[in-house]
Each structure stands twice: as structure tokens, then as C-alpha cells.
């Protein structure tokens, strides 16, 4: 059975920083393509950060410059760095995985998601 676990959200000031994991089970992602959603009260879940096996990383225009995903594939890991993080990224963070290697910024392009991980930023 295929589990991905987020880990790391939280309250922080705007301003500041939280770094957010993601842990896999069940299979290895080692060759597929995996990203980062967000959801905010009354809005739809978006695309915000994606990455390839062989690093190739596509991000949201409003966080690029100020997040940064990575993986580490022999620890089946993948992590968001959130900095200068704004009220406005307020939201239930995603980790995803599907089963290719290219990187899509809509959901139904994924065939694995975690639970998600709330993150608060105050003003």
C-alpha cells in the first residue's frame, strides 16, 4: 500500500520560514515525477512546486525565488523550503506523486497523495 506522509507545517510570522517533508512508502518514486499543492479555505488545490527524478524543478510564479523543493531518492523523501513566507501562502500543503516522469501542474495528473500538513502564516 503506497502512503505519502507530510511533516512540518505549522504557525510562523510572515517573514519566516518552515521546511516541510514528505516520506514515502510502499514503492519508490525514484523515477517518477513528484510536487507540492497547496489548498486555502474556499479555493481549489494548485500546483506549487514539482520535480523530476533528475532534478528538474517547476514552481508557481508567486513562490518561485522563495521556496525550494528537493528529494532525496535513496530516502524515498521529498521536502518544500519555505522562506519569506507571506499571509497569503496560508493553506494545507500536499505532497504528490504520479506515475511518470514529467512534471504537471494539474491534479488529475497525479495518482498518489498525502494527507496534508496545515501551514499558517500570520500578519
Known amino acids: 500500500q503506497v502512503q505519502l506522509v507530510e511533516s512540518g507545517g505549522g504557525l510562523v510570522q510572515a517573514g519566516g520560514s518552515l521546511r516541510l517533508s514528505c516520506a514515502a512508502s510502499?514503492?519508490?518514486?525514484?523515477?517518477?515525477?513528484m510536487g507540492w499543492f497547496r489548498q486555502a479555505p474556499g479555493k481549489e488545490r494548485e500546483f506549487v512546486a514539482g520535480m523530476t527524478w533528475s532534478g528538474g524543478t517547476r514552481y508557481l510564479d508567486s513562490v518561485r525565488g522563495r521556496f525550494t523543493i528537493s528529494r532525496d531518492n535513496a530516502k524515498n523523501m521529498l521536502y518544500l523550503q519555505m522562506n519569506s513566507l507571506k499571509p497569503e501562502d496560508t493553506a494545507v500543503y500536499y505532497c504528490?506523486?504520479?506515475?511518470?516522469?514529467?512534471?504537471?501542474?494539474?491534479?488529475?495528473?497525479?495518482?498518489?497523495w498525502g494527507q496534508g500538513t496545515r501551514v499558517t502564516v500570520s500578519s
Open positions: 510502499g514503492r519508490t518514486f525514484s523515477s517518477e515525477a
Open positions: 504528490a506523486a504520479r506515475l511518470g516522469a514529467v512534471i504537471y501542474t494539474a491534479t488529475e495528473r497525479y495518482d498518489y
